[in-house]
């Protein structure tokens, strides 16, 4: 039998992290596309990506951002280029879709529900600010939620997944986001094969331990049977432990300066060093990466030349 091959994502940036968390958190459109690049050579064949702005690095919606690495990553690697919806809970939908519906990428992700996504506790951290948005921003997300309702998931996927053939890393933070999906199957509004990221370790959101994913593993058969491939997102120092246990449960995973900034005990000095981590850890477990092309096969993508940019 030939080895199962395995999706690794990348997810670059992200709207969690600050600046002054890490100096190698990527923030400017350079940054951004030569870390994306070198994750891609490493072996991710999904790339995950937001916008900062280059001004000062706080999380930006701006298509014109976005403009100014997705075409260089495409240019410089054959990897599926998957761009966030949920950007950050500050964000309104149409801020947050402008840059999906100006690109048409072959993936997105989808948060599947509204939900309280608590950064706060990063405040407990001392630290040397470099930006005063970043303690506002931690900050704000004690009494803010973020916001998609079922009308704005409907929405979503009719101007992005009808409108623009894109499909979609459905994030499940919790046991009712599978269930909120399986509403969304039995309407006809999804299909599969559906690509379920389990996020585990969000303050507002499931847990990160080996039961949980379990469990979420369970729901999951229970409600997709054969119908969907999952992959696990683990915040923090989760990361490598749970996304691990994930490969050998038959599941792909999820790395990324978004989840967690460490490569081990150290900081990880680019989106690279954790790609080559989890590698390892394939290797070790005789699983083979999915190559940009299997992960397009898996998931039923559209293909890097039906995109806008």
């Known amino acids: 039998m030939a080895p199962r091959k395995v999706i690794i994502t990348c997810a670059v940036t992200g709207s969690v992290h600050t600046p002054s968390m890490s100096p190698y958190l990527p923030v400017t459109p350079d940054q951004i596309a030569a870390d994306a690049i070198a994750a891609a050579e490493a072996g991710a064949s999904i790339l995950h990506l937001h916008a900062r702005d280059p001004r000062d690095g706080r999380p930006t919606a701006d298509p014109d951002v976005f403009m100014q690495f997705l075409p260089r990553i ?26 999906p519906l100006r690109a048409e990428p072959e993936m997105c992700s989808l948060n599947m529900g509204s939900m309280n996504f608590a950064l706060f506790p990063m405040l407990d951290k001392p630290r040397e600010w470099q930006h005063d948005w970043e303690p506002k ?17 409907e929405g979503v996927l009719e101007r992005l997944g009808k409108g623009c053939g894109t499909r ?33 370790g969000i303050l507002g ?76 850890i394939l290797d070790g477990l005789s699983l083979e990466v999915a190559t940009p092309t299997e992960a397009r096969e898996m ?10 940019f």
């Open 299 to 308: 998931l039923a993508l559209k293909g890097g030349d039906r995109v806008a």
């Open 137 to 153: 921003l931690l900050e704000a997300t004690r009494d803010t939620i973020f916001k998609n309702t079922f009308a704005d998931m």
């Open 205 to 280: 959101g499931i847990g990160a331990d080996p039961d949980n994913l379990i469990h979420m593993k369970r729901i999951a058969d229970k409600l997709f049977g054969d119908s969907y491939q999952f992959s696990v997102l683990a915040a923090g120092r989760q990361q490598i432990p749970l996304i691990s246990i994930a490969a050998a449960m038959g599941g792909n995973v999820r790395v990324g300066l978004e989840d967690s900034l460490y490569d081990g005990r150290q900081l990880a000095k680019s989106n690279a060093d954790q790609v080559r981590r989890i590698r390892g």
């Open 168 to 200: 979609f890393e459905f994030e499940c933070y919790d046991v009712g986001h599978l269930y909120s999906l399986a509403h969304f199957r039995d309407r006809g509004l999804v299909s599969g094969p559906l690509f379920i990221q389990f996020v585990l």
């Open 74 to 99: 495409k240019q410089a690697t054959d990897a599926v280029i998957n761009i966030t919806t949920g950007g950050s809970s500050l964000m309104t939908l149409d801020q947050r879709l402008a840059a």
